[in-house]
């Protein structure tokens, strides 16, 4: 049995001591691991079941057509039939969350700093918590087990008591603790270095597959959607109009071509090489992003989700068990992003997981005689400054891009969803969404390695 100890100190003697310890440069890696013992074995695709027939017949037409379904693929196009557009293509090249969504923690936590976000979150988990259940009846995967952000310094709980006043004024229950409350809610929990800790007990975590599905099975039963699986695009026409605007004509795929208007880049990793298809510069990365299941742990069980954003990790509940993941500080670029790659992972980089272990074991110390489960490593996109893509693209008109999430495509996408439906609809957005605008990006940086590759600290 592999137990987390064990892990950080395989990886630590790859390491040498300082102060001769040098930074490990950028790596990358191209090929997916093939098998993986992963928590959705459900989920995986099985050797040679993608046909290489479409689920259904393309229509010759639509109004609008989006591409890749994940979480904002789905939550988009749902949005897009309950706000009344009347003709909408989902065009999937695999299965419904096969590329980065099938994976994802599928965390969801209510507060951040932003007052528009914080709205966009309340949305998705109200999308996720009552209204898919009262409109299919089926269940989401929604738990509801509480989220604790953790403080190990005076400014780090400052900026929490900021947070729970901005949720006060949003309706979102939250509560400043003590150490000492927070080791009677959370029993496990190493408080030695805490200051405090931020806790809403209706933060909670979604199934992605379940809620994709959930999504589509809703948008369908609109009557004016069609998910099309088993579907790659392999163009988009682009014409100029009388004015010399370049406009979005047609979809290619290849099974035949769909005429629109509007185009909705929903392709995740995959969105830079669709927006080179209408001569868009998407300013995306692809990235490993990594977390490990442990074994089971006594006393886990009902606890909150937790996250220790000086450390860069999270603590995520999973039945019995924690799932134990963050942000990389020194990643590994998915430096050619391949199109056959579907409900695939990589092989887990120690080095670089690394400081998930150290910051995971120092708040909760059980960890450290837990053994590990299963490694789940997949391709994950990131932007320069850590936040979306989104609205039309200046170089196109009708071409929308709805990618580069950071990881939080579950979380956002219920508020993004419904945002980005309403700027195709009506030519904006509800919400003030230039923190997300791809306008927000000058033309000469759009196609920036060097830039994209520069990510903030999360």
Request: neutral net charge; proline residues 6%; aromatic residues 8%.
């Amino acid at each position: 049995m592999s137990y987390v100890n064990c892990a950080l100190r395989a990886a630590t003697r790859c390491l040498l001591p300082p102060p001769w310890r040098s930074p490990r440069p950028f790596s990358s890696v191209t090929g997916p691991t093939v098998k993986k013992s992963v928590p959705y074995q459900k989920t995986l695709k099985e050797e040679g079941s993608r046909s290489g027939e479409p689920s259904r017949p393309l229509p010759p037409s639509a109004e609008v057509v989006v591409v890749g379904g994940g979480s904002l693929g789905c939550q988009t196009t749902y949005h897009l039939a309950k706000q009344g557009v009347t003709s909408v293509v989902l065009l999937e090249r695999d299965r419904l969350t096969s590329g980065t969504t099938w994976h994802t923690a599928g965390l969801l936590w209510q507060l951040r700093p932003s007052d528009v976000e914080v709205e966009l979150l309340a949305h998705t988990r109200d999308v996720v918590s009552r209204e898919l259940p009262a409109e299919t009846g089926l269940h989401t995967g929604w738990v509801e087990n509480g989220g604790l952000f953790i403080a190990s310094n005076k400014q780090r709980l400052d900026e929490y008591k900021r947070l729970m006043s901005l949720g006060k004024v949003y309706g979102v229950e939250s509560y400043v603790l003590t150490p000492s409350q927070t080791k009677d809610l959370y029993p496990l929990m190493n408080i030695d270095d805490l200051y405090g800790t931020l806790y809403v007990p209706k933060d909670g975590t979604m199934d992605p597959a379940g809620t994709c599905s959930t999504l589509a099975r809703a948008a369908t039963a609109r009557g004016a959607t069609v998910i099309i699986e088993n579907c790659p695009v392999t163009g988009i026409q682009v014409r100029a109009d009388d004015f010399g605007v370049k406009r979005v004509y047609a979809v290619e795929t290849a099974h035949g071509t769909i005429q629109t208007p509007c185009v909705v880049n929903c392709a995740g990793v995959w969105a830079r090489a669709l927006g080179q298809l209408a001569g868009v510069q998407v300013p995306l990365v692809g990235m490993h992003h990594a977390y490990v299941v442990t074994e089971r742990i006594e006393g886990i069980q009902n606890m909150p989700n937790v996250r220790d954003h000086d450390a860069s990790v999270y603590l995520r509940l999973q039945g019995d068990a924690l799932s134990v993941g963050g942000y990389e500080s020194n990643p590994i670029f998915w430096e050619e992003v391949s199109e056959k790659f579907a409900f695939g992972l990589f092989d887990l980089d120690w080095d670089v997981f690394m400081q998930h272990i150290e910051g995971a074991i120092n708040r909760v110390p059980v960890l450290e005689k837990t053994g590990i489960k299963s490694t789940v490593c997949g391709p994950e996109s990131f932007t320069a400054d850590h936040k979306p893509l989104m609205g039309e693209a200046p170089e196109v008109r009708g071409f929308f891009l709805g990618c580069g999430f950071n990881s939080a495509g579950m979380m956002l996408g219920g508020g993004c969803g419904r945002e980005l439906a309403h700027w195709i609809i009506h030519g904006r957005p509800e919400k003030d969404m230039y923190g997300y605008d791809i306008r927000r990006f000058h033309h000469s940086l759009t196609d920036n390695n060097q830039l994209l590759r520069r990510l903030p600290p999360r």
